[in-house]
């Protein structure tokens, strides 16, 4: 156990010390997490509010459908996403395949389903409340659309943040379409499969407890965020 | 307290009353719960629905604004003012919708969807929340008020569209008195501005208080319909009459 022990001790000094290469590591994770989960917000809240706001034949199969997609394996959307961008394929002109836009392509691909998913759960149990007086109102189901997002800010944090968690913790994806290139494409859990093949576990798993870290934080803060949302907006 | 004496509100438009309901059925799941309601409600004085719980008041209701689709029937306005029926009536609900943000911008969303130009909200905002005493609050958030408050300021929104005419679905069931009062005396200024007010009670006192007609309803039936002093005097049916005595009725 004393590997444990040890790492920790490791992670700790690379904290404190802002190790450079670390710092540059958990920087680029950030980016390319972040980025994709606020892309994949702005594409897939509307999209899973609009699923349970508007009715139209089909909705229940696009529902299933995006269901089914939050359990896409990261592999499978890395090595279609390297399709795509490799030099002979349809978007291989735009150049990206091993640089952190392929990555964020990628995640984006991985979160938006989870990220639509919740929100149409959310917005349904929501709009259930809200339906007879918006329409009383005259509201257009676009509008609707909207003040859905906007009412349920608070739960769709947790969206949010459940995207987040999938798209740094992901592995499998961001290898095949990123490469693992050293200060270019190299992110904490590329690092971490990188310094456990090569057989260096106290590196490894100390990046390990940096992630654990970088992840507790972003929900401390959100957590923070929340508390002083209700306590200002109710 | 006479209704010919009432105004129409805002004479800019013409009216979209009288509305005229026919032949209504409304089943769920093979269950009837509004069988051949016909009734035409004009315009002026105050229409309350009253009957026991579970008389479909509350259906009734939801089927004249439009929210619910009637299974059978029709429901129909027929003043000249027709065409802009939608926008020319409010609801309000027993337990009030409120969306989660402050008291004024609750009204001024009402607003912004009725398309008030948006110079002209805060001024309605202001005058809402005034008349419904609620002036002090208007950047208190909304889901933080109390159950009266909430309910007055529901009103307040409805109000500040200045519908023709207003439907209010059992508006105070679950208030405490000193919010019932101040509810009821919205609901009588709303009145006096020349809105229809057209709403649901299963409360005797308050039938008493506001009505100047009374449409009974039990079992999805329309069972009476009279001027409220000659409904509450002299009722003509039996079930009205046991209602009245303060009976369960079968």
Redesign the interface.
Known sequence: MNEFGDAFYTALMMIVSANPDLMEIVGLSLRVSFSAVLIAAVLGMPLGAALAVFAFPGRRAVVVAINALMGLPPVVVGLTVYLMLSRGGPLGVLGLLFTPSAMIVAQVILVMPIIAALTRQTVEDLWF??R??L?????TPR?AVW?ML??G??TLLTAFLAGFGRASAEVGAVIIVGGNIDHLTRVMTTAIALETSKGDLALALALGFVLLAVSFAVNAAAQILRDMVVR??? | MGASTIQPPTILAPTILPLAIEGLFYAVAGRTLIESLSVEIAAGSRTVILGPNGAGKSLCL?LA?G?IVPTAGTVTWKGPGAAQA??R???V?QRP?L????AAANIS??LA??GVPQAARPGRVEEALTRAGLAGLSDR????MSGGEQQKLALARAWA?NPEVLFLDEPTASLDPAAVRAVESMIQAIHEGGTKIVMTTHDLGQAKRLADEVLFLHNGHLIERAPAEQFFDCPSTEQAAAFLRGEILA
């Open positions: 409340e809200y007879e007086q329409v009383s109102l005259g509201v509008r003040t906007w009412d800010r608070i200002a907006q109710g | 939801r604004h929210l939608k926008l009536q409010a609801m609900f919708v969306l989660r943000r402050s969303y009402a969807v009725r958030p909304a889901r933080m569209l």
